[in-house]
């Protein structure tokens, strides 16, 4: 591996480290909660009666001591960190409900910020790609309007020889020009010079894209011989970033459309998956992954197979990350959309004004 992969790999590696810290961070605290409640509640559970245990089951409320296993522990976790809350599954003794307000008090903070951090990152990814294809369409577009036309030539007046337009041609520089003809010239040379500046613009522009992907330079020869020079290690533009976290969503313009397929797409995902180990149909299934990563968490329906919480948590973390996303971008265009509206009923009479940012 050459230096110059290396140092782009070590860069790649430090700017995912602030994300990756965070998705670890949650994941050891839900995996650190799910042993705690199992502890807590399974031993309680043992002493139920059956009669309990069965009006239970029937109100669809069960609290079997089978409930708080370590996989339905993780995956209760994982809806009180997430406030679904479905309510199958709810602590019943008292140092289960107190480690559970604690629990949330700590867990609910941090998954906002690791949904305000995944956001953040799936609304780059789509605004870049997006971004992407829309200038390569233009610059297909542009590229087709610049095409320079086939020259042929019309013969002016009476046809002459092969000699005579030679030497017509050597001589017509040195030729007095009429008045037509300087007109002419001069929309050639207006037509040539701009094709020639969408050249020296399109030079520009790989030109800077290029010195983007440049290296940084090592700044430690520089800081040891310039001591008053102020230059900022790289790790510290990763940091810097990390203030302004779930900000990159406010600058995205991406189609309402787009936003829209995507969502249902992912839910659609989650309809066809859930019914290969549920008992469920797909609109069922729709309803259910609709009603999760919502957070609306009525309860009504939820999975039956702890076997598969995991990856159901899962599903649930990076869907939640996708829907604030959404709602997001919806919330900028509604309130664009507001403004438009007040301007257009009060005309003019009221003009709306961004809020300016508290120090």
Known sequence: ???????????????????????????????????????????????????????????????????????????????????????????ITVPGRVACMIYAAVGIPLMLL???????????????????????????????????????TFPRGPHKSSTQSTLDSRLSVREPLNLTEVLKSQATVKRRYMQMRNIDIFELIVMKENRN?????????????????????????????FDNLGEEVDRLDVPVLLIVLIVVA???????????????????????????????????VFPAHPNYFLLLSLYTVVGMAIICMAFKLMQNRMVGLYKQCIICVSRGNVQMTPAKSQS
Request: glycine share 8%.
């Open 213 to 241: 992907e440049l290296p940084y330079k090592c700044p430690f020869k520089k800081c040891h011989s310039c001591p008053d020079l102020d230059i900022k290690p790289t790790s510290d533009s990763v940091i810097f970033n």
């Open 1 to 91: 591996m050459s230096r110059r992969c290396r140092r782009r790999f070590s860069r790649f590696l430090w700017s995912v480290f602030p994300h990756l810290s965070l998705v670890s961070c949650l994941l050891l605290y839900s995996l650190a909660g799910a042993p705690l409640f199992q502890w807590l509640e399974g031993s309680a559970e043992a002493g139920q009666s059956q009669a309990e245990e069965l009006l239970g089951k029937l109100w669809n409320v069960s609290r079997s001591g089978g409930d708080w296993t370590f996989l339905s522990s993780l995956f209760f976790c994982c809806t009180v960190i997430t406030t679904v809350g479905y309510g199958n599954l709810t602590p």
């Open 266 to 300: 992912y839910i659609m995902l989650g309809a066809v998956i859930l019914p290969l180990w549920e008992d469920w149909d797909t609109l069922e299934a729709f309803y259910f992954c609709f009603v999760t990563l919502t957070t609306i968490g009525f309860g009504d």
């Open 114 to 152: 690791v949904l305000a951090d995944l956001g953040g990152i799936l609304a780059g990814f789509l605004s870049k790609t997006f971004e992407y294809f829309l200038e390569s369409w233009h610059r297909r577009v542009q590229r087709q309007s610049n095409t320079p036309p086939k020259f042929a």
